[in-house]
Nanobody
Framework: QVELVESGGGLVQPGGSLRLSCVAYGSGFSVATLAWYRQAPGKQRELAAIISAGSSTNYDDSVRGRFTISRDNAKNVLYLQMDSLKPEDTAVYYC???????????WGQGTQVTVSS
């Protein structure tokens, strides 16, 4: 069993930055695939960034070059550094962990990011 707890969301002006954190409680973090998803009002949840157990990364085109996903396996923490934020980045951001052995998905409770002047 894994519990994910996100933090770091908030209100920021366009062009600003935020760093999201996701702490994982449980085992298997270092061998899991980790990701940040986001869901804007009235839209489906979408993948924003993903990082493999070997730290290979991939990004949705809408955030590539502005967001950076990273992981600290010693601390069981996933990060999302978000720079040059735009109003269209406004969404609830969810941390996701997919286990290596069973491909089971775990989700955090979500953290709200609002980009507005």
């Amino acid at each position: 069993q894994v519990e994910l707890v996100e933090s770091g969301g908030g209100l920021v002006q366009p062009g600003g930055s935020l760093r999201l954190s996701c702490v994982a409680y449980g085992s298997g973090f270092s061998v899991a695939t980790l990701a940040w998803y986001r869901q804007a009002p009235g839209k489906q949840r979408e993948l924003a960034a993903i990082i493999s157990a070997g730290s290979s990364t991939n990004y949705d085109d809408s955030v590539r070059g502005r967001f950076t996903i990273s992981r600290d396996n010693a601390k069981n923490v996933l990060y999302l550094q978000m720079d040059s934020l735009k109003p269209e980045d406004t969404a609830v951001y969810y941390c996701n962990l997919r286990t290596w052995a069973t491909n089971r998905d775990y989700w955090g409770q979500g953290t709200q990011v609002t980009v507005s002047s």
